[in-house]
């Protein structure tokens, strides 16, 4: 016998996955897919109360068909592993926004993008800092001045 209705219920993008985000927030923008891991979901949680404001997600987890994936060609990423988003606070420039992150110090993984207007955070084992040139990632020391 084969039960969906619990599957089906985990999908209404209306739920909340925490306090302050929705489902359809963290999961795939191309699909709907929630792949978003339940620790990273806790971890985001921390910082948007740390934050104290409000917190847009412009990409959370992507699944293996969602185009940025497709183009890595088989390269799993931390948006595929559901260890990650992209963000952006509404009234924040990036620069304070990138200050916060750094002093919650719970992100390892920061990569900016001024262009794109967003801060890519995630969980990894060790700390890496990266700006995103001509889309590619680039080494980045932290300095802001240096973007
Ligand atoms: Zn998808
Ligand atoms: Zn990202």
Same mark, same amino acid.
């Given at each position: 016998?084969?039960?969906? +209705?619990?599957?089906?219920?985990?999908?209404?993008?209306?739920?909340?996955?925490?306090?302050?985000? !929705?489902?359809?927030?963290?999961?795939?923008?191309?699909?709907? !897919?929630? @792949?978003?891991?339940?620790?990273?979901?806790?971890?985001?949680?921390?910082?948007?109360?740390?934050?104290?404001?409000?917190?847009?997600?412009?990409? @959370?987890?992507?699944? #293996?068909?969602?185009?940025?994936?497709?183009?890595?060609?088989?390269?799993?990423?931390?948006?595929?592993?559901?260890?990650?988003?992209?963000?952006?606070?509404? +009234?924040?420039?990036?620069?304070?926004?990138?200050?916060?992150?750094?002093?919650?110090?719970?992100?390892?993984?920061?990569?900016?993008?001024? #262009?794109? +207007?967003?801060?890519?955070?995630? !969980?990894?084992?060790?700390?890496?800092?990266?700006?995103?040139?001509?889309? !590619?990632?680039?080494?980045?020391?932290?300095?802001?001045?240096?973007?």
């Amino acid at each position: 016998m084969v039960s969906c +209705g619990m599957q089906t219920a985990q999908l209404n993008p209306a739920w909340m996955v925490s306090k302050n985000f !929705k489902v359809s927030e963290v999961a795939c923008k191309h699909c709907g !897919k929630n @792949g978003m891991q339940p620790e990273f979901v806790r971890l985001l949680q921390r910082f948007r109360d740390y934050l104290g404001a409000p917190v847009v997600i412009t990409s @959370g987890y992507r699944c #293996e068909l969602h185009p940025v994936e497709v183009a890595k060609k088989g390269r799993v990423g931390r948006h595929r592993m559901g260890l990650a988003v992209d963000i952006h606070s509404p +009234g924040m420039s990036l620069k304070e926004l990138y200050e916060k992150i750094e002093k919650f110090g719970s992100f390892l993984g920061v990569g900016v993008s001024v #262009e794109g +207007g967003f801060i890519h955070c995630d !969980k990894r084992e060790s700390k890496a800092r990266w700006k995103y040139k001509d889309s !590619k990632d680039v080494y980045w020391d932290g300095d802001w001045q240096s973007l």
